[in-house]
Structures are given as C-alpha cells and as structure tokens.
C-alpha cells in the first residue's frame, strides 16, 4: 500500500489552526508536516506557502508540486532557490473571485455615487444633492482580465457600467471593450474614468501604475488597486492627485506592508486604505481545492492552475 502523501505547510501570516482543521476535514489522510517541524525533508511530497522563509525546500529531494496560497505568487518566487523544475500551482477558487468582485464592485460604486464628496459634505454638516450619472456614462477600465479582472468585468457590466479591460493576448469578453498592448494601454487609459488594477505582480508590469501611465487618464479619474502594492510607483501618487489628474484613490495593496505609521498615504484625505485584504484566501473553499488538486496528481492527471514560469504568473 503507498504511503500517506506529505504536505508541508509554510505559510505566515494566516490563521494557522483554522487552516490545518481545513486541510484535515479535506483530506483526513494527508500527513501535515508544518513548518519548521519537518522531520525527514526527503519525505515531503507536496508544499503549501505563503511568504515563506527563502531556502525551505532545500534538501526536499521527493518533491512533486509546490502550491502558492494565493492567486498571485510574486511573494512565493521571491525565493531564488525555489527549485524551477517543480510545478508551482496558484490560487483559484470561486469564493476568492467572488470576494475580488465584491471588493471591486463596492468600490467602483463608492466612486459612481460620489460617497467621498457626500462625506465630505457631511463634516460640515452641508445638505446638498449632486448631480448623479448614468453606469453607462461612466467607463470602468480594469488592467487584467483573469480569473479576478474577467469575473469583476462581468458584474460591472451586468450594473450597466461601460467596461474596458486590458490584457497580454487578445480577448473577446461579452459587454468589454478589450485592448492588449502598450497602445492599447494608452487608448484605454484615455477613455477610463475609474481604473482597476487585477494584474499579476511581473518584470512587465512592474510600476505600470506611474506618472506617464497615469496622465492618459481624464482629468478626475479614480484608482482602484487591488493587485500588488508595487504596480504603484507610489512617490507618483501624490502629485497626480494634487494636481487633481486622480480625484481619489483605493490602495488595497502596497510596496512595503503592513503600511508604515509614517507614511503619507495614511492620513491623505482622497486616500483609501485597506490592509490587503480585498479578497482573502478561505481554508473552507480552499483546502478542499488543494487537496483534490494533490488528489488528481497522484491519479496521475495534470495539476491544475500550473503558473507559467517564464511569464511569472
Ligand atoms: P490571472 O488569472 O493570471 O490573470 C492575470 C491577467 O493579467 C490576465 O488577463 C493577463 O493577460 C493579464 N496580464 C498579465 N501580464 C500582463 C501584461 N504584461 N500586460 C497586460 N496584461 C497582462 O490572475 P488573477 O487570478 O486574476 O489575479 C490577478 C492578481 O490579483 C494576482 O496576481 C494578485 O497579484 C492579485 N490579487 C490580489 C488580492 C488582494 O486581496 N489584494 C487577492 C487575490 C489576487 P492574459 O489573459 O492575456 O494572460
Ligand atoms: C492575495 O493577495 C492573493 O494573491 O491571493
């Protein structure tokens, strides 16, 4: 009889007891080896992370797959010794897509339905109706269109918003207007007056979200940016939205976090923040989507969501 497989969980930052229980109720015969209690590292099979430790897999010689809690793994290769030769399977579960498009909905409706200028009114206690606008009349652009950027398209345009996406290859989304390219970029940008950031964190994409980039936008536009913290040159941020380029913007993500205490973002008044935590990873959806993923592998079918490691997501 083949052995229990070995799971080793490497993951910071998350809720460790409620993730094990999870992992346990979705496969009772899975052998857990939580870092760093790793006993024999020859033994491990499969690996669960999270901003792990760099250098962990060293001398893990029988492993078969490596899989990124979450749906972007920039933070998981951060760690130049993970071994390129091992497939590295990301997130995707409904329940965090359906969180994403919650998130972003909730935004893009903030923005729509001027609540920043409502507040504003109401600490100073001024009873002022403003004018209101059509969804049609406002164009939502998203950068990416994936698993997160295609599902948020979707509710956006079923509210009626005029939706734009942008994105590596060509797409044909029902009710988007799709662009792909630097020009593309532009042209979208140019006809966007609320834009999501959904990208995976890459060399391409790295910064996109700066000065240049962001004066293509019309005069008042709004940010939303919900994907990695750096896709924001964030010493641009704060002139754009002096010289009123952006009329606001939603940070859920930053370069360095947790948010320093000193960092200007904090107090600006047309600054948003939230501490990443637009769409979280559930160990009640997730675990089970592991488990059956390390379940298909060892029935010898593919791996589901396998990163491709060339484009880096
Ligand atoms: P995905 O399914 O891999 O989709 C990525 C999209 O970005 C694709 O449409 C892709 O284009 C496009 N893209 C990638 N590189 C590009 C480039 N150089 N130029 C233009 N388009 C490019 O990823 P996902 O599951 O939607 O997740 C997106 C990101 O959201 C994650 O990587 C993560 O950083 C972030 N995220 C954040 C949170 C949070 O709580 N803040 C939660 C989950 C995820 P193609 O379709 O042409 O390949
Ligand atoms: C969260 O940031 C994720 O990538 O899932």
Not at 118 to 131: D, F, I, K, N
Not at 133 to 143: D, F, N, P, T, Y
Not at 152 to 166: E, I, K, P, T
Request: proline share 8%; with cysteine; hydrophobic share 50%.
């Amino acid at each position: 009889m083949s052995r229990a497989p070995v799971l080793l969980f490497a993951c910071q930052g998350v809720d460790q007891a409620a993730w094990l229980a999870a992992l346990h109720r979705a496969d009772p015969g899975l052998d857990i080896r939580v870092w760093p209690s790793v006993g024999d590292p020859a033994e491990i099979d499969y690996a669960l992370l999270w901003k792990q430790p760099p250098g962990l897999l060293d001398g893990m010689v029988g492993l078969k797959a490596i899989f990124s809690m979450g749906a972007g793994v920039d933070n998981v290769l951060l760690d130049a010794s993970l071994p390129a030769h091992i497939p590295l399977v990301r997130m995707v579960d409904p329940s965090l897509v359906a969180g994403m498009v919650e998130f972003v909905v909730m935004q893009v409706l903030h923005y729509h339905r001027s609540m920043p200028a409502y507040r504003a009114q109401q600490e100073v206690l001024h009873w002022q109706m403003l004018p209101q606008s059509l969804a049609s009349e406002r164009r939502v652009g998203l950068l990416g269109l994936g698993e997160l950027g295609a599902a948020s398209a979707r509710a956006l345009s079923g509210f009626g918003f005029d939706v734009l996406g942008w994105s590596r290859g060509p797409k044909t989304l029902p009710g988007v207007r799709c662009f792909q390219g630097a020009d593309g970029l532009r042209d979208m940008l140019a006809q966007t007056d609320i834009l999501v950031c959904l990208l995976p964190l890459t060399p391409d994409t790295r910064g996109i979200l700066n000065r240049e980039t962001l004066s293509h936008l019309p005069h008042g536009a709004y940010l939303i940016n919900a994907a990695r913290g750096a896709h924001l040159v964030e010493a641009d941020l704060l002139p754009l939205l002096e010289e009123g380029r952006l009329a606001a913007a939603t940070l859920d993500v930053f370069a360095v976090e947790p948010l320093p205490a000193d960092h200007p973002f904090w107090t600006h008044p047309f600054i948003t923040i939230l501490p990443h935590a637009a769409a979280q990873t559930l160990p009640q959806t997730a675990a089970p989507i592991i488990t059956a993923n390390i379940a298909r592998h060892r029935a010898g079918q593919g791996l589901a969501h396998v990163v491709d490691r060339g484009r880096g997501y």
